[in-house]
């Protein structure tokens, strides 16, 4: 009699209307609280805006006093810039992204000083 009753039940599930399988999305979804929607609002404006600019100031001084730093002092170390051969362009010294004022070159050093 169990297995009977499994089998009717799952026969049920095929034989049911599609309107019960597809709702509306506004019997899908639960309406908001008022007070949620106020809190992630006040959020945004009093807390998430300020702190963006904040950070877009903090980036642009940080950028400002970058430039008058000079560059480190190149230390040479037996196993760091190992060549065997040189790169395919130029003189085979500068790699593909060369920055000249930031980029050491061993026997060279730093191309144009930073002012």
């Known amino acids: 009699m169990s297995k009977l ?9 095929f034989t049911r209307n599609i309107s019960e399988y597809v709702k509306t999305v506004e019997q899908q979804v639960h ?6 929607v106020k809190s ?3 959020a945004t404006y009093f ?14 001084l940080k950028e ?18 190992m060549m065997s051969k040189g790169f395919p362009w130029l003189d085979g ?5 060369h920055n000249p004022k930031r980029n050491y070159i061993p ?8 002012e």
Not at 47 to 60: A, F, H, K, Q, T
Not at 66 to 81: A, L, Q, S, T, V
Request: charged residues 20%; contains cysteine.
């Open 5 to 13: 009753l499994k089998v009717r039940q799952f026969r049920h599930t």
């Open 31 to 36: 309406p908001a609280a008022e007070g949620t």
């Open 40 to 42: 992630f609002k006040y």
């Open 47 to 60: 807390v998430c805006v300020p702190l963006w600019i904040v950070s877009m100031v903090n980036s642009y």
């Open 64 to 81: 400002q006093e970058g430039h008058h730093e000079k560059p480190p002092e190149f230390i040479h170390y037996p196993y760091m810039r």
């Open 93 to 97: 010294k500068h790699s593909l992204f």
């Open 107 to 114: 026997d060279v050093g730093y191309e144009e000083s930073v």
